[in-house]
């Protein structure tokens, strides 16, 4: 069996954020009908031939299985009334298929086909009412420090969170505050100081790589 991109060694590529829509539910089939061949080689599209009729099936299986798991999950929050920010909390991929040296997210984030699954059921919408009709991410940063009292408080709270691994929130931060003053090279050096620890401790390629995008434009500014 020659599977193609189906099977590249690492979990499944079935959630992109920059494909207007991959289909986690339809690759799992894929992968159940592979497995219904009972193919005695496979020969993925990346990675080590498998031989051995039962190595073969396992590892069709359990790829199949973290992506039902996924789909699964999430269309049941969906049907309770969960928000997108709900969903992407509560949804993991159990630990052990994680830990499986063909499912490792090295490449895509079981995370990033999680928000595939919500849009490909609910659009675009993810059940948080300002984002229906947003203010411009500008003019909100800038409402927001001046409450912090300055952008350089938000810039400064940004760092105590990093400081303290909760990198997300500290990227959020930092992006607002340099969205208030964006031609402050300062508040632009800790945007890159940010981005670079939550890059640092992200496991998948995609990730990291449109994460740098970010970090590469905070650091360019904080040059000029």
């Given at each position: 069996?020659?599977?193609?991109?189906?099977?590249?060694?690492?979990?499944?590529?079935?959630?992109?954020?920059?494909?207007?829509?991959?289909?986690?539910?339809?690759?799992?089939?894929?992968?159940?009908?592979?497995?219904?061949?009972?193919?005695?080689?496979?020969?993925?599209?990346?990675?080590?031939?498998?031989?051995?009729?039962?190595?073969?099936?396992?590892?069709?299986?359990?790829?199949?299985?973290?992506?039902?798991?996924?789909?699964?999950?999430?269309?049941?929050?969906?049907?309770?009334?969960?928000?997108?920010?709900?969903?992407?909390?509560?949804?993991?991929?159990?630990?052990?298929?994680?830990?499986?040296?063909?499912?490792?997210?090295?490449?895509?984030?079981?995370?990033f086909?999680?928000?595939?699954?919500?849009?490909?059921?609910?659009?675009?919408?993810?059940?948080?009412?300002?984002?229906?009709?947003?203010?411009?991410?500008?003019?909100?940063?800038?409402?927001?420090?001046?409450?912090?009292?300055?952008?350089?408080?938000?810039?400064?709270?940004?760092?105590?969170?990093?400081?303290?691994?909760?990198?997300?929130?500290?990227?959020?931060?930092?992006?607002?505050?340099?969205?208030?003053?964006?031609?402050?090279?300062?508040?632009?050096?800790?945007?890159?100081?940010?981005?670079?620890?939550?890059?640092?401790?992200e496991?998948?390629?995609?990730g990291?790589?449109?994460?740098?995008?970010?970090?590469?434009?905070?650091?360019?500014?904080?040059?000029?």
């Amino acid at each position: 069996l020659a599977s193609g991109d189906f099977v590249i060694w690492v979990f499944p590529n079935a959630g992109n954020p920059r494909k207007v829509q991959r289909y986690a539910a339809e690759w799992a089939q894929a992968l159940r009908r592979m497995e219904a061949l009972k193919p005695e080689t496979l020969i993925p599209g990346h990675g080590p031939v498998v031989f051995g009729a039962e190595r073969v099936a396992r590892m069709l299986s359990d790829g199949a299985e973290a992506l039902e798991h996924l789909v699964r999950e999430t269309l049941a929050l969906m049907n309770a009334g969960a928000t997108l920010e709900d969903v992407l909390s509560k949804v993991k991929v159990p630990a052990s298929y994680l830990a499986k040296p063909y499912l490792l997210p090295k490449y895509d984030d079981p995370e990033f086909l999680v928000r595939s699954i919500y849009h490909l059921n609910a659009g675009w919408f993810d059940g948080n009412a300002p984002h229906l009709k947003p203010a411009r991410t500008a003019e909100l940063a800038a409402e927001l420090a001046d409450l912090a009292g300055g952008a350089r408080k938000l810039a400064a709270r940004a760092e105590a969170l990093a400081g303290q691994g909760q990198n997300r929130l500290a990227v959020a931060l930092a992006e607002l505050a340099a969205a208030a003053v964006p031609d402050d090279p300062q508040l632009q050096a800790i945007r890159a100081a940010t981005l670079r620890k939550l890059i640092d401790s992200e496991n998948s390629l995609m990730g990291r790589a449109f994460l740098a995008v970010y970090e590469r434009e905070a650091g360019g500014r904080s040059k000029v």
